[in-house]
């Protein structure tokens, strides 16, 4: 019965996310919900003690990252440098090959630390035009777009500043370059994978000769592209690169100017406890911070006047984004710390940890998580919350270093992420103006792809000790 009464909860936030409602509101109430059912009398000291707890401490760590590259987004946007990275990239790769030209504007972006939400409005009426003039079906732009923006940058290349390839620094004392070369060969395994099976559905279209699209029936169509006035390529895609960069050297720079860890007293009157910060597991956060900073700075820099003629409401809009995007998580970070502290969790996590060998019991515990709570992070993060020990133990055991706990529980963690329900598909939908009916099919297959990727990085590991 404890085992059913999560897996209700489970389904009803499944339910109620496909639907198009909240997670903010109905997070907290599926998991009171279950404690509800389990023991009345914990209603109240759950909501508090854990759920509030738990979602405090997630924005506490990861709220300015969501800030600042909503920010970030925000001023490549108005400053005209998404258009020209965008067009530039259309140029060199060329309009008949729509969908790779695509998946490179998205993986660029995302991999120079815009928010992937971002990504999703900013390339969406490029996409739109190519695909009109390449006779592409528009139902494949949502797949096309997850594959560049929500796969191999979002948590496999070494280095992505993404909010999943930093989480597990926190647990494993890595940085955001863990495991490199299983990183970069699991990248290019989704990629090629990825777009083999994009080309096959364009294809399997074109043999059938569908179009584009009936432009009577289609939603939410982009004006079309003019190429006007676009800033030089190379300025353009200067702060992308400045945020690589910079994040790798500020990795490098942070443990060795604080060292082990730092404090301070916050105040001089009275006689306050000091304030103890331990560096090894807030580095990777201080670097993509900076970096986002830095970012920023250049952006201001190259184009001051585009940004500062629409900064006020822009920066409004990137405030709410980022807020709402880290409640999302929060809230079902809060929701997975609930769970886990039920009896019916405790059957799963058994079932989860009776996987002997030390990579496949991460990956699959996970990529499941972050299937059930529809977020890459959220997953995760209840995942190494509540099983990192074991994970780290069992790593020491088997003589595995924690760069590759780190890159393998990085990319489960975006394996089962995107089902219906997570809120990234379901704002890529609702921007493009198509359903699930008419394109999660794709978005599936390319979540198929990316979870396979985990398990063929775990065996070139085994293979060729491959770090």
Known sequence: MSLLIVLAA???????????HSVILFAP??????VLLTDPALVAPMFTGLFMEKMVGFLKLYFPVFLLGALFG???????FSRAIVAATIRAVGAQRAMLSIVLVCALLTYGGVSLFVVVFAVYPFAAELFRQGNIPKRLIPGTIALGAFTFTMDALPGTPQIQNIIPTTFFGTNTWAAPWLGTVGGLFILICGLLYLEMRRRAAARTGEGYGDPTTLVNEPARFSGNKLANPMIAVLPLLLVGIVNKLLTLWIPAYYGESTRFVPAVIGNPAPVVQEVSKLTAIWAVEGALLTGIACVLLFAWKPVKASFAEGSKAAISGA???GMNTASEYGFGAVIAALPGFLVVANALSAIPNP???EAITVTALAGITGSASGGMSIALAAMAETFIANAHAAGIPMEVLHRVAAMASGGMDTLPHNGAVITLLAVTGLTHRQAYRDIFAITCIKTLAVFVVIGLYYTFGMV
């Open 74 to 80: 925000k001023v490549i946007e108005l400053s005209g």
């Open 29 to 34: 109430l599926a998991a009171l919900g279950a």
């Open 359 to 361: 990579l496949v019991n």
């Open 323 to 325: 807020l709402l995007a």
């Open 10 to 20: 489970l389904c009803f936030l499944m339910v109620v996310a496909y639907r198009g």
